[in-house]
C-alpha cells in the first residue's frame, strides 16, 4: 500500500474531528510518532500526553526528551506524567496500561478535550487475537481492540504495521527506540517477534486473512448487539452504554426512541454523555442515565399512599397475606416470619428520607439508601421499593431483605408472603 492511500484511509476515518480538540497519546515510539505528524501534517488540533514509567532508565529519559523536544518544534501542549520508580509492582504491562488510560482520561476532562487517540494497528489486533488463543484455549477468547471506545479513537486500526514503517520511511520522521519490544520476556513480544514472522514464512498473507476474520467478529459482534439492543424486563426497557459506542448500533437506538416518543436528537446525543441520575422525559416515557445502562419507563403517577394490612389476604398496593404458623423458616424474597408479638396493623409504603434498618444476614444497621446503592438498584427500581413496618420500625425491605431485629427462624410466627 502506498503511503498515499494509508494517509487517505485514516483520514476518511477522522474527517470530521477537524474541529474537535483531540489528546495524542504518544510514547515516542514509531506508530504514536507517525499518528501526531499526520494529524499536525493536516492541520488538526492536538495536544500530546505522554506517560515515564521509569522502567528503563535512561531510556525513558530519552523517550521523554523527545516527545518534550517533539512537541516544543511544533508548538504542541504536553501532559507529562512521571511514575515513580518502584511504584508499579504488579504485573507491568496490566498495571501500566491502567495508569496510562486512567490518567489520559482525567486530562481529557480536566482540559475539556473532546476525545483520546491511541496508535493501535491491524497488527495489535491480530497479537491480541492469539494472546487470547494461548491463554484461554477452552474458551473463545478473541478479545479485540476495537477501534472506538466512547471517547477513545484509533484510527490506525485497520492499518498494517508495515504500512505505517512506510509513511515514515516516505516522511522522514525520527522517533525513539523502545529496546523492550525486541525482548521475548513477554508473551506479545515472543508472539510479535518469533511466532508471526514464522507464520509469514507459510503463508505471507497471514495478517491480511487474519483481519478478514477480524471483520468479520466484529459485524457479527454488531448484528448481535443491534438485534439484542433494547431489552425488555418487566415494567421497563434497558439498554447497556457499552453497546451504543458502534456507529451502527447508535443510530439504530436514536431511530428506535421514536417508538417511545423521542424525537429531538440534539436532545438524545446530550443525553448519552450526561451523568448517572439524569433524564429526559417524552409525553409518554422517562429514559434514565444509570450506571452501566440506559432505562426506559413508561410515565406512571407514582403511588405514595400508605395501606395497612391485617390478617389475610390484603388487595393493596398489591396481594399480601398475612396469617399465623407453626413452623418458620428463613426469610426469602416471597416470605418473612416475624414474631408473633407484633402489633397490628402492620403498614405497607414507600420509603422514607432517613429509613434504617438492620439487614437480616449482616451485623449492625443501614441506611435504606446505602442498602440501595449497595444493590446497585435503578432510580427506577428504588421508586417502585415497597417496604413492610410496624409504624416505628422497618420490618422488611418487601421482596428484598428483611430486618434482622423481627426475624423468626423457628417456632411459631406471623408469617406474610407476597
Given at each position: 500500500m502506498?503511503?498515499?492511500?494509508?494517509?487517505?484511509?485514516?483520514?476518511?476515518?477522522?474527517?470530521?474531528l477537524k474541529e474537535k480538540k483531540i489528546l495524542v497519546c504518544m510514547s515516542g515510539g514509531l506508530d504514536s510518532t507517525v499518528l501526531a505528524?499526520?494529524?499536525?501534517?493536516?492541520?488538526?488540533?492536538?495536544?500530546?500526553?505522554?506517560?515515564?514509567?521509569?522502567?528503563?532508565?535512561?531510556e525513558s529519559l530519552k523517550n521523554e526528551k523527545f516527545v518534550r523536544d517533539f512537541c516544543k518544534s511544533n508548538k504542541l501542549k504536553l501532559h507529562l506524567k512521571k511514575i515513580r520508580k518502584g511504584e508499579i509492582n504488579k504485573s507491568i504491562q496490566i498495571e501500566a496500561r491502567k495508569i496510562r488510560y486512567d490518567w489520559f482520561k482525567k486530562v481529557l476532562?480536566?482540559?475539556?478535550?473532546?476525545?483520546?487517540?491511541?496508535?493501535?494497528?491491524?497488527?495489535?489486533?491480530?497479537?491480541?487475537?492469539?494472546?487470547?488463543m494461548f491463554r484461554n484455549p477452552?474458551?473463545?477468547?478473541?478479545?479485540?481492540?476495537?477501534?472506538?471506545?466512547?471517547?477513545?479513537?484509533?484510527?490506525?486500526?485497520?492499518?498494517?504495521?508495515?504500512?505505517?514503517?512506510?509513511?515514515?520511511?516516505?516522511?522522514?520522521?525520527?522517533?525513539?527506540?523502545?529496546?523492550?519490544?525486541?525482548?521475548?520476556?513477554?508473551?506479545?513480544?515472543?508472539?510479535?517477534?518469533?511466532?508471526i514472522p514464522e507464520i509469514e514464512k507459510i503463508d505471507k498473507n497471514f495478517t491480511e486473512k487474519v483481519s478478514e476474520i477480524?471483520?468479520?467478529?466484529?459485524?457479527?459482534?454488531?448484528?448481535?448487539?443491534?438485534?439484542?439492543?433494547?431489552?425488555?424486563?418487566?415494567?421497563?426497557?434497558?439498554?447497556?452504554?457499552?453497546?451504543?459506542?458502534?456507529?451502527?448500533?447508535?443510530?439504530?437506538?436514536?431511530?428506535?426512541?421514536?417508538?417511545f416518543n423521542f424525537y429531538n436528537k440534539k436532545e438524545i446525543l446530550n443525553f448519552l454523555i450526561s451523568k448517572t441520575g439524569k433524564?429526559?422525559?417524552?409525553?409518554?416515557?422517562?429514559?434514565?442515565?444509570d450506571r452501566e445502562f440506559f432505562l426506559i419507563k413508561?410515565?406512571?403517577?407514582?403511588?405514595?399512599?400508605?395501606?395497612?394490612?391485617?390478617?389475610?389476604?390484603?388487595?393493596?398496593?398489591?396481594?399480601?397475606k398475612l396469617e399465623m404458623s407453626d413452623e418458620a423458616k428463613k426469610p426469602n424474597s416471597r416470605e418473612v416470619y416475624l414474631y408473633c408479638d407484633i402489633k397490628l396493623p402492620l403498614i405497607v409504603r414507600r420509603p422514607k428520607i432517613g429509613d434504617t434498618f438492620y439487614p437480616y444476614g449482616m451485623k449492625g444497621k443501614k441506611k435504606l439508601s446505602k442498602f440501595f446503592k449497595d444493590k446497585k438498584m435503578s432510580i427506577f427500581a428504588k421508586q417502585n421499593q415497597w417496604v413492610l413496618?410496624?409504624?416505628?420500625?422497618?420490618?422488611?425491605?418487601?421482596?428484598?431483605?428483611?430486618?434482622n431485629r423481627f426475624i423468626k427462624t423457628k417456632g411459631k410466627c406471623l408469617k406474610i408472603s407476597i
Open positions: 502506498s503511503q498515499c492511500v494509508f494517509e487517505n484511509n485514516v483520514l476518511k476515518k477522522i474527517k470530521a505528524h499526520l494529524l499536525l501534517k493536516n492541520n488538526f488540533k492536538i495536544s500530546v500526553a505522554h506517560v515515564n514509567y521509569s522502567l528503563r532508565g535512561n476532562i480536566q482540559f475539556n478535550y473532546d476525545l483520546i487517540t491511541t496508535a493501535h494497528h491491524l497488527d495489535d489486533n491480530v497479537e491480541n487475537i492469539l494472546i487470547g477452552s474458551r473463545n477468547n478473541l478479545t479485540l481492540i476495537p477501534e472506538q471506545n466512547k471517547n477513545i479513537l484509533r484510527p490506525f486500526l485497520s492499518e498494517k504495521k508495515g504500512d505505517i514503517i512506510s509513511y515514515a520511511i516516505v516522511n522522514e520522521i525520527e522517533f525513539s527506540v523502545d529496546s523492550s519490544n525486541s525482548q521475548d520476556y513477554y508473551l506479545r513480544n515472543r508472539i510479535r517477534n518469533i511466532l477480524i471483520e468479520s467478529i466484529s459485524s457479527t459482534k454488531i448484528d448481535f448487539v443491534i438485534d439484542n439492543l433494547f431489552i425488555h424486563e418487566l415494567d421497563y426497557t434497558k439498554i447497556k452504554k457499552q453497546d451504543l459506542e458502534n456507529e451502527n448500533s447508535l443510530k439504530y437506538f436514536i431511530e428506535n426512541l421514536k417508538n433524564k429526559i422525559v417524552s409525553n409518554t416515557h422517562t429514559i434514565l442515565s413508561r410515565n406512571e403517577i407514582l403511588d405514595s399512599n400508605e395501606y395497612e394490612l391485617e390478617m389475610g389476604i390484603n388487595q393493596k398496593p398489591f396481594k399480601i413496618s410496624n409504624r416505628d420500625d422497618i420490618l422488611w425491605i418487601i421482596g428484598e431483605r428483611a430486618d
